[in-house]
C-alpha cells in the first residue's frame, strides 16, 4: 500500500497562473481533507469531502476549489495563484471507523511569486 | 468554535531527560478525541498517541505518555528518556465525534518545536 501521495511534490507558480493538486489514496478511505501549513501556523483546513462526488468548504476555502469525481482521488485547484497561498499543502484520508485516524500525505510545497 | 492553543512555541530537553509539552483546548463538546502529531524536518505528519474524551485513564505509548485532565481541557505529552529522534515539531489536535459518524475533521494548535540536545 501506497497511502496517501500527492503530486507534485515542489511547484513554483507566478501570481495569476493556475494549477491542480492531486491526492490519491489506497485505502478505500471514505473521507479526504486538503489542509494549509503557514510558518508559526498549525495546520488549517481547506476543504474536505465525505464520500465520492461530494465536498464542503473547511476554515479557510477562499480562493480555492476541489473535485472528487473518483473515491480515491482528491483534488485542490487554485485558479488565479496569489502569493499568499505560498504554503504547504497536505492532504489526508481517513475510513468510517469511529477511533481511526486521519492518514497524511508528504505534502505539497507551494511558491507563488 | 472549538480551539486549540499550546502556549510553548520552543522546548528544549537534555537526551534521556523528561519533557512535558502543554496543550489546552476549548469546546463545549463531550464526546472527542485529542491526538498528538510529530513532524519532523521531512515534513511528514505522524500520529504519536491519542486519546478518547470518554476515557478517564491515560494513553501511553512506548516513551510517550498524556496527562488527560478533561475538567481543565488540558492535554499535556511526556516523552521519557528523550532521544536525538525526537526533535521535531509536535501538534496537539482535537477532533469532535458524534454518533453515525463524524466529518472527522482535526483542528491543530500551533506547535511546539523541540530541540534535544546531546
Known amino acids: 500500500n501506497a497511502g496517501v501521495t500527492q503530486t507534485p511534490k515542489f511547484r513554483v507558480l507566478k501570481t495569476g497562473q493556475s494549477m491542480t493538486l492531486l491526492c490519491a489514496q489506497d485505502m478505500n478511505h471514505e473521507y479526504m481533507y486538503w489542509y494549509r501549513q503557514d510558518p508559526g501556523m498549525g495546520l488549517r483546513l481547506i476543504h474536505y469531502s465525505v464520500g465520492e462526488g461530494t465536498t464542503a468548504k473547511g476554515e479557510v476555502p477562499d480562493g480555492y476549489n476541489v473535485s472528487r469525481l473518483k473515491k480515491q482521488n482528491f483534488l485542490l485547484g487554485l485558479e488565479s495563484a496569489a502569493p499568499s497561498q505560498t504554503s504547504v499543502y497536505f492532504c489526508a484520508s481517513k475510513g468510517l471507523v469511529r477511533l481511526e485516524t486521519q492518514y497524511f500525505g508528504p505534502g505539497t510545497r507551494l511558491l507563488v511569486l | 468554535a472549538q480551539t486549540v492553543t499550546q502556549s510553548q512555541p520552543e522546548m528544549s530537553v537534555q537526551e534521556a531527560e523528561t519533557v512535558t509539552l502543554s496543550c489546552t483546548y476549548d469546546?463545549?463538546?463531550?464526546?472527542?478525541?485529542l491526538f498528538w502529531y510529530k513532524q519532523p524536518p521531512s515534513r511528514q505528519m505522524i500520529l504519536v498517541i491519542r486519546?478518547?474524551?470518554?476515557?478517564?485513564q491515560n494513553a501511553t505509548e512506548n516513551r510517550f505518555s498524556v496527562n488527560f485532565q478533561k475538567a481543565a481541557k488540558s492535554f499535556s505529552l511526556k516523552i521519557s528518556d528523550s532521544q536525538l529522534g525526537d526533535a521535531a515539531m509536535y501538534f496537539c489536535a482535537y477532533r469532535r465525534e458524534s454518533y453515525g459518524g463524524s466529518q472527522g475533521n482535526l483542528i491543530f494548535g500551533k506547535g511546539t518545536k523541540l530541540s534535544v540536545k546531546p
Open positions: 486519546q478518547e474524551a470518554y476515557k478517564q
Open positions: 469546546t463545549s463538546e463531550s464526546d472527542y478525541y
